[in-house]
């Protein structure tokens, strides 16, 4: 594939990460979006939150934003390689982050929301891809 075609590609898929991003208030479960647009200034305590439905809210959109990056590294790329070193990586990215961002959630105390705010915002935001790309580019250019 030629280079122009596989940047257009790449700008659609990240369009479709900012899609997601756009309508994260329709699409997803999610009461600590509007405590962290300011609710944390004025409460010391989180929202109500239902465990459950957040797990459920915060892992797919994880997964989505990891399908959608995943195919942004093949078609950069074009190895599958990176792709199944990448799906690990997102993996265990996603195994420590959910323990930790739940950790906080449990043990909540109100000097904790900046933990919490960036904790979540690797689970919900396609921040991995933002490391991943600059690095295998590096990777394959050390190789040439």
């Known amino acids: 594939m030629g280079k122009l075609p596989k940047i257009g590609?790449?700008?659609?898929?990240?369009?479709?990460?900012?899609?997601?991003?756009?309508?994260?208030?329709s699409?997803?479960?999610?009461?600590?979006?509007s405590y962290f647009k300011g609710g944390y200034l004025e409460e010391n305590r989180l929202p109500?939150?239902?465990y459950w439905k957040l797990l459920g809210?915060?892992?797919?959109?994880f997964?989505?934003?990891?399908v959608i990056s995943?195919?942004?590294l093949y078609v950069a790329f074009g190895e599958i390689s990176i792709v199944?070193?990448?799906?690990l990586f997102y993996a265990l990215m996603y195994i420590v982050l959910l323990c930790g961002y739940f950790y906080i959630l449990f043990h909540y105390e109100s000097d904790q929301y900046l933990s919490l705010?960036?904790?979540?915002?690797?689970?919900?935001?396609p921040l991995l891809v933002i490391l991943l790309l600059p690095a295998f580019y590096y990777q394959s250019q050390v190789k040439k």
């Open 27 to 33: 699409l997803f479960y999610d009461p600590l979006l």
């Open 84 to 87: 199944k070193f990448s799906l």
């Open 9 to 25: 590609i790449i700008l659609v898929l990240f369009m479709a990460l900012a899609v997601v991003r756009l309508f994260e208030e």
């Open 70 to 72: 995943l195919v942004v």
């Open 63 to 66: 997964w989505l934003n990891t």
């Open 48 to 50: 109500l939150l239902e």
């Open 117 to 125: 705010f960036y904790v979540r915002r690797f689970l919900i935001q």
């Open 57 to 61: 809210s915060i892992s797919f959109r």
